[in-house]
């Protein structure tokens, strides 16, 4: 199978931190992948690369056959441009802590406006598409409401109907349940769970939700200083690895029940 991307000799510095450090990974295109290390270990960074919001010091990152940050020009390459880079960010979609919502408009109106402005779709056939995806999330009778109306919950689960509504091949989920009151963890992580089981696309996830992590991913890295520590089924890496590095950040986890069941 062909991965979906391919980060290949990645390093990011920001100033003299070297956060990532020659990260070598390939995401195949249904896998669901959870990148889990303690603060600072650059696993948050990793996505924001291919989302094109940070860019990398060195390296490629390749999105299905294309590189996202590099084009040929005159048989030299050169650093992409905005266009390339929309153009191929068009494939992914990206899930926030902070959610990112506009405050100003309805929820309904936060899913239509990806449509209308990057699709170029009708406002008519967005709004259909946009009432169907708040619908599967749970939110089909508050189309009408305003952010500051809804519950974290709520917001985070429209953040995430926004982002499918445009169908990406991947989706980027960076610690969506932090900003959460811990009641409020469960319904976003039945609607991961729920796409998860039944989307094909890759899904990747920046969690420190262990028992979540062990429940629905493929594999599992361990970012730990800006490398790859360790990597494997999710069994392998969360219940078998004798890595002290990893037994030592997951000592705070032990003993806490599986969050949302």
């Given at each position: 199978m062909k991965p979906i991307v391919q980060y290949k000799e990645i390093h990011k510095s920001f100033g003299d931190t070297h956060v990532l450090k020659g990260i070598n990974l390939d995401i195949n295109p249904t896998e669901k992948l959870a990148i889990i290390g303690p603060s600072g270990s650059g696993k948050t960074t990793i996505i924001r690369l291919l989302m094109t919001l940070e860019e990398p010091s060195d390296g490629d990152i390749i999105v299905d056959g294309t590189n996202l940050w590099k084009i040929e020009a005159g048989g030299k390459e050169k650093k992409a441009n905005e266009k390339h880079l929309s153009k191929v960010r068009n494939d992914i979609g990206m899930v926030f802590q902070h959610f990112n919502l506009?405050?100003?408009?309805?929820?309904?109106?936060?899913?239509?406006?990806?449509?209308?402005?990057?699709?170029?779709?009708?406002?008519?056939?967005?709004?259909?598409?946009?009432?169907n995806m708040l619908e599967r999330v749970g939110l089909g009778d508050k189309y009408d409401s305003y952010p500051s109306q809804l519950s974290g919950g709520q917001k985070q689960r429209v953040a995430m109907a926004r982002a499918l509504v445009m169908k990406p091949k991947i989706m980027l989920f960076d610690e969506v349940t932090s900003a959460l009151d811990p009641e409020l963890v469960g319904e976003v992580l039945e609607?991961?769970?729920?796409?998860?089981?039944?989307?094909?696309?890759?899904?990747?996830?920046?969690?420190?939700?262990?028992?979540?992590?062990?429940?629905?991913?493929?594999?599992?890295?361990?970012?730990?200083?800006?490398?790859?520590?360790?990597?494997?089924?999710?069994?392998?890496?969360?219940?078998?690895?004798?890595?002290?590095?990893?037994?030592?950040?997951?000592?705070?986890?032990?003993?806490?029940?599986?969050?949302?069941?």
């Open positions: 506009f405050p100003h408009k309805t929820i309904l109106e936060n899913c239509v406006v990806p449509l209308v402005n990057v699709r170029k779709m009708n406002k008519k056939e967005a709004a259909e598409l946009a009432e609607v991961i769970r729920d796409l998860a089981e039944h989307e094909d696309m890759a899904m990747v996830l920046v969690t420190h939700e262990m028992d979540f992590a062990l429940e629905i991913a493929d594999r599992v890295l361990f970012l730990d200083e800006g490398v790859i520590a360790e990597e494997g089924t999710a069994d392998e890496v969360i219940n078998k690895s004798d890595n002290p590095r990893l037994q030592d950040f997951l000592k705070r986890f032990r003993g806490e029940t599986v969050t949302g069941q």
